[in-house]
């Protein structure tokens, strides 16, 4: 239903929360999509061991280059953009596709 865009700079202990939140508490059949920049503290090898699609860059590419790269490679109609700090609650994404498909929206910006 959604892809998720994740762009993360050497945060992988946050990282893993974040992702073992949208694990946990996803109802959908979402799609997640990590931007690593730098990642010399091992996230690259977490994403690969838990078969995570990712993008890499060897330098900081930021936060609106990594969402663009990630956004590339999306395979939905739907992008979500989280930072690799966030925590997902239970059946956040129902919850969102249920306010999407009320009120009909082609294009729609939520901003925490």
Do not use: R
């Not at 061991?49 to 790269?69: L, R, S």
Request: proline share 2%.
């Amino acid at each position: 239903m959604f892809s998720i865009i994740i762009p993360t700079l050497n945060n992988i202990n946050y990282l893993k929360v974040c992702l073992d939140s949208l694990n946990k508490n996803s109802s959908l059949n979402n799609e997640i999509l990590v931007h690593v920049s730098i990642g010399n503290d091992g996230t690259t090898d977490y994403l690969k061991q838990k078969k995570i699609n990712y993008t890499f860059t060897d330098y900081n590419a930021g936060i609106c280059e990594g969402v663009n790269k990630g956004a590339e490679k999306a395979s939905t109609n739907y992008i979500v953009y989280a930072h690799d700090d966030m925590y997902f609650c239970p059946n956040w994404d129902f919850f969102l596709k249920k306010e999407i498909f009320l009120f009909s929206f082609n294009l729609l910006f939520i901003f925490s």
